[in-house]
């Protein structure tokens, strides 16, 4: 429990202690709550009275006890007691506070921190009247004298005196009851009775108070000059020994009477309320003084601000410039819109003389809040292009506000778990007390989305929605960042074909674009179902693409190609997965004998199929014909036409030599009508008129294994790593990796594709160049047919690779190792890196 006792002595005084600061304003005790300690806390305040008992103070309570709490520059707390407040203690004009202060980290307040502050506050002299507009009260104490008797007024009954609140209990004076006087009624109540309907009743020494929350039920609104006030009219009946008396407790507090023109709030107090002017003949303006925070400004200080105080004949009239000095931005939001107010909480004491109550003080103490004004949110993008990191700033806030979380790819995450989600999040705060967050995340975050622009640039996009609270309100809103960086790092795929004699291979690397690209063959896209419609292979294995067509295939389009050979071409187009936006174009083209068109049986039987040649669309397959134009074909696809007849049937002619027999026919298209024929494909067979075959038989035996040579596709991986483990690669942010001569490099290469156990993998050669260009001189040979190279002064050392967790298959691995070394011209070093390339 935290102790401090106080006293305050003057008008103004002030003290700080560490998280609150204390001050004596005239007749009000401050205590300020600094937002750096509590701001994140859950608090409770309760007043002590002086038998020791603590009563935590709500709204209602506040209210009819004179205190009032409330929030002053963004999260600051600010309790004001009242002198006259339920649990003060008056002597000798000092009043005594004591109040604790309990704060939590939990909303349950288990493990709370409790403070104690003792403060007392010197105030005097009083003046006949005074009175308060408070933010949630108002408050009236007269200075109670002694007038003649009553004339044939009958005492109250004892018990009326029993239930009263304890300061109303029989004391040398003690208030009796209280009327309201309203236009319909008066109407009266006991102490106890006033008590329960909210209002605050005591007496001193020497003055009786009244105090009116401004719910209560007896409160008027009342216009006077076009402002309204908050009005009670009320006579107070009080004992003083056998003698009752009455006086005249009215109060009055403006409600309204600001506006807002010209950047300027103007804040009109009319003068010499009716309400609070029953009786009086002759007023007299004794002071009249304003300020900020219920500190008094002299003119010199008002004018530095651009204040201008008016006293005119009718009304006390402010203009406060808005943003001026004395008051603050605070953040707000209006159906989900950021937006600032400014406020400012003003203070005007009016006193005056007048021939009932001599000398009058009205104190009056106004937060002023300009009206919504929306604001937007600056997001700057600072792309740090070296360490590949998206640095968004978004900001300027008030410091009332704070970051919660925020939302990437739906999911809701708070700040501080960011950093599992590849996110660094923090806050830069300014000199003028604002502050910005600044978000960082690689760009290689799966959160980034990253998209193919041109030729070499690729777009990343930050797409995250923040979400806000401000304090004390406690409203939230949402801020959309979708932030777009262009980089060039673009790595487009590439393609090589070749053909084997009866199918077109076309090999695809991928580059760092196209992971989401699709294979389409014109507007059709090429599935592993599609694909295997057509007996096309078609493999992908996230770093190639490969897809293998027979030579006659649907896909597959012909030309002529000179006089003896046809030009086979396949076409494979990748297109954008979701917008279908056509990518990337890639073709492999191969020349063809047209005897890979026919064949010429030994019983006779020919087979020719026609193919249609490019420029030639319109033909209709089906209608191909031989020289017998009864000879239909006996498969037609869209591009082809297969015949199948014997050598003596469909008008095929024939030509002998000494050695030969060779028969001729033709495939033919004719338009309906037209006898001449527009397409015109002859082909011939010839047979040895003399040949003798040898037929050779033996029982089957099981061949022994055997290596063939073959066609496919092979994924493959060469790293170089940090030491003979083998346990830690390096990174491609690493290269170029720097060496000094003769230290060990430690290679690695992995068959990676495809997963097959029954596979080995051999390495032939291996060579240095001093480029990427695996075919550049110079070259030395570090592998020569899978052995050392003899010539080299440092032998390669190959290392056994054994199975493990991260090697499945050892015999998918080789291991070895090799002395740096660099390649010399003449006598001059050549200062370029080393490249590897390893032939398979």
């Not at 300020?32 to 409770?44: C, I, N, P, Q, V």
């Not at 004391?171 to 209280?178: F, G, N, P, Y």
């Not at 002023?368 to 968004?392: C, D, G, H, K, Y």
Request: charged share 20%; hydrophobic share 40%.
């Amino acid at each position: 429990l935290l102790l401090v006792g106080i006293f305050f002595s003057g008008v103004w005084t002030q003290e700080i202690s560490g998280p609150m600061s204390l001050e004596c304003l005239g007749n009000l005790l401050r205590i300020t709550l600094s937002a750096e300690y509590f701001g994140d806390k859950y608090l409770s305040l309760f007043v002590i009275d002086h038998s020791g008992t603590a009563w935590e103070l709500d709204d209602d309570m506040a209210a009819q006890c004179g205190y009032a709490v409330t929030y002053t520059t963004w999260r600051n707390i600010e309790f004001r007691a009242s002198a006259l407040s339920c649990h003060s203690h008056l002597e000798k004009d000092v009043f005594t506070i004591n109040i604790q202060i309990k704060a939590s980290q939990t909303p349950d307040m288990s493990n709370a921190t409790a403070h104690l502050k003792s403060a007392s506050c010197h105030y005097g002299p009083w003046s006949p009247r005074e009175l308060i507009c408070e933010s949630n009260y108002m408050e009236v104490s007269v200075k109670r004298e002694v007038p003649q008797t009553i004339k044939d007024f009958i005492q109250d009954e004892p018990e009326d005196w029993t239930l009263v609140f304890p300061e109303a209990k029989a004391e040398e004076a003690s208030i009796w009851q209280i009327v309201f006087h309203q236009p319909e009624e008066k109407r009266a109540l006991l102490v106890s009775n006033a008590w329960s309907a909210g209002y605050g009743l005591n007496t001193t020494d020497s003055r009786v108070l009244l105090r009116v929350p401004y719910a209560a039920a007896q409160v008027q609104l009342v216009e006077d000059q076009g402002i309204a006030f908050s009005v009670l009219r009320s006579s107070t009946f009080y004992k003083h020994q056998w003698v009752i008396l009455m006086l005249d407790t009215a109060v009055a507090c403006p409600v309204d009477g600001v506006d807002y023109t010209n950047k300027t709030i103007t804040w009109t107090v009319p003068k010499y309320i009716p309400s609070l002017s029953a009786g009086v003949t002759s007023f007299k303006d004794v002071l009249v003084e304003a300020g900020v925070d219920l500190r008094k400004l002299s003119a010199k200080e008002m004018a530095s601000r651009k204040y201008v105080l008016l006293n005119e004949l009718k009304a006390i009239t402010m203009k406060i410039p808005i943003g001026a000095e004395g008051g603050y931005y605070k953040t707000s939001v209006s159906n989900g819109q950021l937006g600032v107010k400014y406020t400012i909480n003003l203070f005007l004491e009016h006193q005056w003389e007048d021939n009932k109550w001599r000398l009058t003080k009205h104190t009056i103490i106004k937060e002023i809040e300009t009206p919504f004004e929306s604001t937007e949110v600056a997001i700057n993008n600072n792309l740090n292009l070296s360490a590949r990191l998206m640095n968004v700033t978004v900001g300027a806030f008030l410091p009332d506000v704070e970051l919660v979380n925020f939302t990437t790819e739906g999911v809701a995450v708070a700040v501080p778990e960011a950093v599992q989600h590849g996110y660094i999040i923090h806050r830069t705060r300014y000199a003028n007390g604002s502050k910005a967050y600044v978000i960082e995340v690689p760009l290689d975050a799966p959160s980034v989305k990253k998209e193919f622009m041109r030729e070499d640039m690729r777009a990343y996009t930050l797409n995250v929605t923040l979400t806000f609270i401000t304090y004390p309100s406690r409203e939230t809103f949402v801020v959309p960042v979708i932030v777009l960086s262009a980089v060039k790092d673009a790595v487009l795929p590439s393609a090589r074909g070749f053909c084997d004699g009866k199918n077109l291979h076309l090999i695809i690397t991928r580059g760092n674009v196209d992971q989401n690209w699709l294979p389409f063959i014109s507007d059709w896209h090429l599935t592993q179902e599609a694909a295997q419609k057509y007996n096309y292979i078609l493999q992908d294995n996230g770093t190639h693409l490969a897809i293998s067509v027979p030579f006659l295939s649907p896909h597959v389009s012909y030309e002529g190609f000179h006089t003896s050979a046809i030009k086979a071409s396949f076409y494979l187009t990748l297109k954008d997965g979701i917008t279908l936006a056509q990518r990337r174009d890639f073709s492999v083209s191969c020349i063809f004998s047209p005897s890979e068109l026919i064949q010429c049986l030994p019983n006779g039987t020919v087979i020719i199929t026609a193919i249609k040649l490019v420029g030639g669309e319109d033909l209709d397959t089906a209608l191909l014909v031989l020289r017998d134009r009864q000879c239909k074909p006996s498969l037609v696809t869209e591009k082809t036409a297969t015949f199948r007849f014997n050598v003596s049937t469909c008008g095929t002619s024939r030509k002998f030599n000494s050695t030969t027999m060779t028969y001729e026919n033709e495939v033919l298209y004719f338009r309906p009508g037209n006898d001449t024929p527009i397409y015109q494909l002859k082909f011939l067979c010839s047979y040895a008129v003399k040949q003798n075959d040898d037929v050779l038989y033996e029982p089957k035996k099981n061949p022994p294994p055997s290596i063939k040579p073959g066609f496919g596709c092979l994924a493959l991986s060469l790293k170089l790593f940090k030491e003979k483990s083998y346990s830690e690669p390096y990174q491609e942010s690493e290269y170029p990796v720097v060496k000094y001569l003769r230290e060990a490099l430690y290679f690695e290469v992995e068959l990676l594709q495809p997963k097959d156990a029954r596979l080995d993998l051999n390495l032939d050669d291996c060579w240095a160049t001093n480029s990427q260009s695996q075919d550049s001189p110079p070259q030395w040979h570090i592998l020569i047919h899978g052995c050392e190279n003899n010539k080299d002064s440092y032998r390669t050392v190959f290392h056994k690779v054994n199975h493990s967790l991260r090697v499945k298959f050892p015999q998918h691995l080789k291991r070895f190792e090799v002395r740096m070394f660099s390649f010399v011209q003449d006598t001059s070093l050549l200062q370029e890196q080393l490249e590897a390339s390893v032939l398979e």
